[in-house]
């Protein structure tokens, strides 16, 4: 077996520290302008650390990468002394999938810590094998009174701001590990593909930000290679590698992941691209996600194409990851009275109704790459996201979403709430249907924040269609105020076990906590 140092056993809610992290994530450089330099031993490393997703009380998605041709063997075990390992035979990882690869878990105990190590074996040579990698993970609760904790965001190396090693990289991923969530959702935007890295900037007060760069980084991405490399360059990050391997991710997807703004059948007027046509873009971009995130609905056994998704986690709670970018319709000044396309289509709208009727968990949180009523402007006339700032009754994209609000009250599907990121700023909103020009809905909340490495932006305007009231905003007041001015933003949701109360807190790097919220559970509408 090969040599694993001895490492002390954390209890269920200890935050790993030490060998078993080091371990994890195996040390990459954050300086440098190229990917890690591997050994060339003729063993496989998998030096980019590994990650877990979609994690549910008996399943998960475990995930690597190899520098070369190698089999993915994963063992799990109740214990880090890994007796009793129960082994999983993966993939055999090659150029095909960017030498990335994905291995189901089934089977697994409710409510436990899981410790799992990943080991890469030659192909002609199954003896021949890599330094393990190892990481750990919960599984969700089957007992509702065990309680649920998980953290959000979204917006990562946005507007230039990169890895930059004069800071210690993206701390706020050590921040967010050491406060041991259930899981993490990236609510979009994990990557910038039509972000340039340069070597550095000079901030407005005369400072100069430091970038670690790629070439992948020197150009928007177009190719299949190019989108590779944009989700590669964060794993450059140690403080990532290392909160990979301790803490599950839910991930979807929004704009960046592709290009800014973009919608289906696009064709670009943008002189940095070769490529024009959107849809050739979004397909190699989707590509490249699904090789480097674990998403089970990209991965199943019967394989998948889709983002959008229900994470069940436990009785308490059920997460519905929507796609507001893959089906939505052309962005347009959002006036038109009759819109069945909108942002989600009309068979993602279906689906998730069809789910949230399904659904028995006190929370239903719906995740949402865009936010509903604020302001997203896309140019001078048309709009990004649902608003398009009339106030008077639903139009455009809003139709499809009062359909839905309706739904729910009319179903009376307790338990609804809306969080999301993309805005650059952190914020809530209550909707009411008393301040709203559309009344057929009950109350709901709506948490924003990020980012959580990349510019911040003033705050959005408000459209009063579905009657919100801000009741907290911190945003700046200049665009793109880069991190060494601003902490990051990210968002946790506690859900007590006893009570069923679901607490959203929204959080900056440095430990404060700048707005609390405490929902009860069984409303219609809070």
């Known amino acids: 077996m090969p040599y694993r140092p001895r490492i002390p056993s954390p209890d269920r809610r200890t935050v790993l520290r030490g060998s078993l992290v080091a371990t994890a994530a195996l040390a990459l450089p ?12 003729g063993r496989p490393d998998a030096a980019w650390g590994v990650q877990v997703g979609d994690v549910t009380s008996s399943s998960a998605l475990v995930w690597v990468r190899s520098d070369r041709p190698a089999r993915m063997v994963v063992e799990t075990s109740a214990t880090e002394s890994f007796r009793r390992a129960r082994t999983w035979h993966g993939p055999l ?15 697994l105990p409710p409510g436990e810590q899981v410790h799992y190590r990943v080991t890469l074996a030659a192909p002609d040579d199954p003896r021949r094998t890599g330094e393990p990698v190892y990481g750990t993970f919960r599984t969700a609760p089957a007992r509702r009174r065990d309680g649920v904790r998980f953290l959000w965001s979204g917006d990562i190396a946005g507007q230039g701001w990169g890895i930059n090693p004069d800071i210690g990289g993206y701390r706020v991923y050590d921040e967010m590990r050491r406060l041991d969530p259930d899981f993490f959702l990236c ?17 407005p007060d005369g400072r100069v930000w430091h970038n670690v760069t790629t070439e992948e980084k020197a150009k928007v991405a177009e190719t299949l290679a190019e989108y590779r490399g944009n ?20 991930i979807q997807w929004d704009d960046h992941e592709v290009r800014n703004n973009w919608y289906p059948g696009q064709i670009l007027d943008d002189a940095r691209y070769t490529e024009k046509n959107v849809d050739v873009l979004a397909a190699r971009s989707m590509q490249a996600f699904g090789e480097y995130f674990p998403v089970s609905t990209l991965h199943g056994p019967a394989g998948g194409d889709r983002v959008h998704r229900v994470v069940r986690h436990g009785p308490l709670l059920d997460l519905f990851v929507l796609d507001m970018r893959t089906f939505r319709n052309a962005n347009s000044p959002g006036r038109q009275p009759d819109d069945t396309t909108g942002i989600l289509g009309a068979e993602q709208l279906a689906w998730l109704k069809r789910e949230l009727s399904k659904s028995r968990a006190v929370w239903k949180v719906i995740a949402a790459d865009m936010p509903l009523g604020l302001v997203v402007a896309d140019g ?4 990004e996201a649902v608003a398009q700032g009339d106030p008077g009754a639903p139009l455009g994209r809003e139709l499809q979403i009062a359909e839905l609000l309706r739904f729910i009250k009319h179903r009376r599907i307790t338990g609804t709430v809306w969080l999301t990121a993309d805005v650059h700023y952190t914020s809530a909103q209550h909707y009411a249907p008393e301040r709203a020009a559309f009344k057929d809905f009950a109350p709901f909340w709506e948490f924003v924040t990020g980012p959580l490495a990349a510019g911040q932006f003033p705050s959005n305007a408000l459209d009063g269609t579905f009657g919100p009231d801000q009741v907290f905003v911190q945003a700046p007041d200049r665009a793109n105020v880069s991190p060494m001015e601003t902490p990051a933003l990210f968002g946790e949701v506690d859900i007590d076990g006893d009570s069923g109360e679901l607490t959203v807190r929204l959080r900056e790097q440095g430990g404060s906590v700048l707005f609390s919220k405490v929902l009860q559970p069984g409303h219609v509408g809070q």
């Open 30 to 41: 954050v300086t440098g302008a190229a990917a890690p330099a591997f050994a060339r031993s």
């Open 93 to 107: 990882l090659g150029a095909g999938t960017d030498f990335t690869g994905t291995t189901p878990l089934y089977g």
């Open 187 to 203: 609510s979009g935007d994990n990557i910038y593909a039509d972000g340039v890295i340069e070597p550095s900037v000079t901030l």
């Open 231 to 250: 989700f590669r360059y964060n794993l450059l990050d140690d403080n990532l590698r290392r909160f990979n391997a301790q803490v599950p991710s839910v």
């Open 380 to 383: 001078a006339t048309d709009f």
